[in-house]
């Protein structure tokens, strides 16, 4: 205890020092405490401190094959068999290098845009949505950066907590998380061949008072289903009866492989009681991150102001290259032809399926979109099925995520996957199923 001795005068001279830096501070009769800015200085300086608070805040974590796809995907050789993108061998290289040589000259300034984004690209899409049988003005138009975030704007401006969404079973998997994240409840509910089962809603709605419906209704991810015509109008009188207004995410309605789609449940909206969602990233450029929104115009101002708020504005950039995109280069064309490949690429996804699969899992042909919804015979062990392709390099993207009670599907995408590739993989797939049917 001898050597541990310390004279006071020592610890008056130390407390003065630190007094005289502003580390402590006199408290009169409380006596001496550590001064207020010390505190924050110790909380910032210390990255031990942050680690009560990294897995707080109202955003949920991804789940974690989803986290182990985000971070794979950028390795190289990695087979994508479930990725929602165009392959780059679709990326339309002379076409976007003419937009940027001629943005290059013409731009004049990349400042910040108005609240609901460039008028004249608003304008643009108002014209375009006519040949979906959507009336809209610009003023009805939001430019959102993607329609992920339409969807978290939605959540936390206009959405009461703890109310109830129905969605399709299973469904998109980030709108699904963004609603869950702020307090939503999500009630699952079945389709058929022709889309979401609604008269099932009025079974669950009982006791819920509060309620709003987001729906894919075409080329459904992960089903690749489309909601027939006849559905699309039941569920709309549905939704006008009960009052239950309606989210309609349509990322994928301009990707038919055979014939058009029916038009968008928007089209019949004389109300405003459809928010209506597109994007441009299922099409040309995810990267670009611009999506749009269409509403009232009530609902627009206040999520244009959340916008603002949050990011002010969807990019510049990518406004004015889509703006010019689809303006003046030939996109209709552009779009044709990628449609031609895709078509490609799905009959030769089918056709493996039709090869290796065929007593190991039942699908649809999907008439458009990205996506084969593979559901399986027999339930396995998806996060072994997950493990066990990432070892031959291939990267999965398994049903759970879609649907929490789903065990025995794989959302599988022909959209980004090299078609050199398609016969082999799925051949390596179908081998993998095999092994682990058999434990
Ligand atoms: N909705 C659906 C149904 C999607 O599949 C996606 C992308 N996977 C999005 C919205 C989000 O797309 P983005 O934010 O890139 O516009």
Request: glycine share 6%; net charge positive.
């Amino acid at each position: 205890a001898e050597k541990f001795k310390v004279n006071r005068s020592t610890i008056s001279v130390a407390l003065d020092i630190l007094k005289g830096y502003g580390i402590i501070e006199g408290k009169g009769r409380k006596g001496t405490v550590i001064a207020s800015n010390t505190w924050s200085l110790m909380i910032s300086s210390s990255e031990a401190n942050w680690g009560s608070y990294v897995k707080s805040g109202y955003f949920k974590e991804n789940l974690p094959t989803i986290q182990e796809i985000n971070h794979m995907e950028f390795q190289k050789g990695m087979v994508r068999l479930g990725t929602g993108e165009l392959s780059p061998k679709l990326y339309p290289s002379k076409m976007m290098k003419d937009v940027f040589v001629k943005l290059s000259q013409t731009v004049t300034s990349l400042n910040y845009l108005e609240p609901l984004g460039l008028l004249e690209l608003r304008e643009i899409l108002s014209e375009k949505l006519k040949n979906k049988g959507i009336q809209c003005k610009p003023s009805n138009i939001l430019i959102t950066s993607g329609s992920l975030q339409a969807l978290q704007l939605i959540s936390v401006s206009i959405l009461k907590q703890g109310l109830t969404i129905y969605t399709e079973a299973p469904s998109y998997i980030k709108s699904l998380q963004v609603f869950q994240s702020v307090g939503m409840q999500l009630l699952g509910i079945k389709m058929d061949h022709e889309g979401i089962q609604y008269w099932k809603i009025a079974k669950e709605r009982k006791n819920i008072e509060d309620a709003i419906l987001y729906t894919i209704p075409t080329f459904h991810n992960p089903t690749g289903i489309v909601m027939s015509a006849d559905r699309r109008r039941e569920l709309f009188k549905f939704c006008i009866d009960n009052r239950i207004p309606v989210i309609e995410d349509d990322a994928y309605g301009d990707i038919w492989l055979e014939n058009e789609p029916p038009k968008p449940l928007k089209s019949m909206d004389e109300h405003g009681m459809i928010i209506y969602l597109g994007t441009i990233s299922k099409v040309l450029a995810p990267g670009l991150r611009i999506g749009w929104l269409v509403g009232s115009e009530s609902i627009v101002n206040r999520l244009g102001d959340v916008k603002m708020q949050t990011d002010y504005g969807a990019s510049s950039v990518s406004q004015w290259i889509l703006k010019e995109v689809l303006s003046n280069t030939n996109y209709d064309q552009y779009l044709k032809e990628t449609k031609i490949a895709l078509k490609n690429r799905r009959d030769l996804m089918i056709s493996a399926l039709d090869k290796y699969f065929k007593e190991l899992a039942v699908w649809e042909t999907p008439k458009g979109g990205f996506y084969i919804w593979l559901v399986l015979k027999r339930e396995i062990s998806m996060e072994k099925l997950f493990q066990a392709a990432i070892k031959e390099g291939i990267l999965l993207n398994i049903g759970s995520s879609y649907d929490f009670n789903k065990n025995n599907a794989l959302r599988l995408s022909y959209s980004y996957i090299d078609e050199k590739d398609i016969i082999d993989n799925i051949k390596k797939l179908s081998i993998l199923v095999r092994n682990l049917t058999k434990n």
